[in-house]
């Protein structure tokens, strides 16, 4: 019979800690979008064009990107006056790669391009992962740069992506993200700083530190955001 109580005890506990759990994402969540300007706010963003001083093994290297949310992405990243291009769309990708010998457009992966997403998303994945089939796990606090972030783990897949926010601004201050290309693993970690809210009352994260075992450290700062100009996914689109 004490048995039998532990048991079934063991059992509520269970249940019970599920829809806590839930709810303990979603208030994040909702905490995460009030953040960045609001839901409504989020989805009056459709464009943006950003320029960035890029630092690589102390190498100085100017890019420009292009996005319009839900569609595509180009990245044009100068070195050495050459120019390598990345294009993303919901479904395909390339990328024009001279430092590796490659002139012409080649195709991205498709679980590159998966892992990608994200960038066409105004906010993060974070912003609408239940809409886009992510299950979602909150995973308590962890410490980054010194702060208890609340650590949020989202996965579909062989695709993880791991949110660390801010107790207090409830910024993303870290993201993770570990998916499989070409049957290997990557990883990859975000470290976001300097938020700041634009005219227009959008919120970016102005500093990053990128870092993974192909590239190492790359250091990013926004220096130009333009937001909802007349972007063509055409010249988007263009390998030249």
């Given at each position: 019979?004490?048995?039998?109580?532990?048991?079934?005890?063991?059992?509520l506990?269970?249940?019970?800690?599920?829809?806590?759990?839930?709810?303990?994402?979603d208030?994040?969540?909702?905490s995460?979008?009030?953040?960045?300007?609001?839901?409504?706010n989020?989805?009056?963003?459709?464009?943006?064009?950003?320029?960035?001083?890029?630092?690589?093994?102390?190498?100085?290297?100017?890019?420009?990107?292009?996005?319009?949310?839900?569609?595509?992405?180009r990245?044009?990243?100068?070195?050495?006056?050459?120019?390598?291009?990345?294009?993303?769309?919901?479904?395909?990708?390339?990328?024009?790669?001279?430092?590796?010998?490659?002139?012409?457009?080649?195709?991205?992966?498709?679980?590159?391009?998966?892992?990608?997403?994200?960038?066409?998303?105004?906010?993060?994945?974070?912003?609408?992962?239940k809409?886009?089939?992510?299950?979602?796990?909150?995973?308590?606090?962890?410490?980054?740069?010194?702060?208890?972030?609340?650590?949020?783990?989202?996965?579909?897949?062989?695709?993880?992506?791991?949110?660390?926010?801010?107790?207090?601004?409830?910024?993303?201050?870290?993201?993770?993200?570990?998916?499989?290309?070409?049957?290997?693993?990557?990883?990859?970690?975000?470290?976001?700083?300097?938020?700041?809210?634009?005219?227009?009352?959008?919120?970016?994260?102005?500093?990053?530190?990128?870092?993974?075992?192909?590239?190492?450290?790359?250091?990013?700062?926004?220096?130009?955001?333009?937001?909802?100009?007349?972007?063509?996914?055409?010249?988007?689109?263009?390998?030249?």
């Amino acid at each position: 019979m004490k048995k039998l109580k532990f048991a079934i005890l063991a059992v509520l506990i269970s249940i019970m800690a599920i829809p806590v759990q839930a709810q303990t994402v979603d208030e994040l969540q909702a905490s995460y979008i009030k953040a960045l300007g609001g839901k409504e706010n989020l989805s009056a963003l459709k464009n943006i064009f950003i320029e960035t001083n890029m630092e690589v093994m102390g190498m100085q290297m100017p890019a420009k990107q292009w996005i319009i949310y839900g569609t595509a992405s180009r990245q044009e990243v100068a070195f050495q006056g050459q120019k390598m291009v990345t294009f993303i769309a919901k479904d395909k990708g390339w990328m024009i790669n001279p430092l590796m010998g490659s002139t012409e457009a080649r195709p991205i992966p498709d679980d590159a391009v998966k892992a990608a997403e994200g960038t066409l998303i105004a906010g993060s994945e974070l912003t609408d992962y239940k809409a886009r089939g992510f299950t979602a796990v909150y995973k308590g606090k962890d410490t980054v740069n010194n702060i208890a972030a609340h650590k949020i783990i989202l996965s579909r897949g062989n695709y993880e992506s791991t949110f660390y926010l801010d107790p207090n601004s409830y910024y993303v201050i870290r993201n993770i993200v570990k998916t499989e290309v070409d049957q290997q693993t990557v990883t990859q970690t975000t470290d976001f700083s300097d938020y700041r809210k634009t005219p227009e009352g959008f919120v970016f994260a102005y500093n990053a530190v990128i870092s993974n075992a192909m590239v190492g450290e790359i250091k990013s700062s926004i220096s130009k955001i333009e937001i909802n100009t007349s972007l063509d996914i055409k010249a988007m689109e263009q390998t030249n």
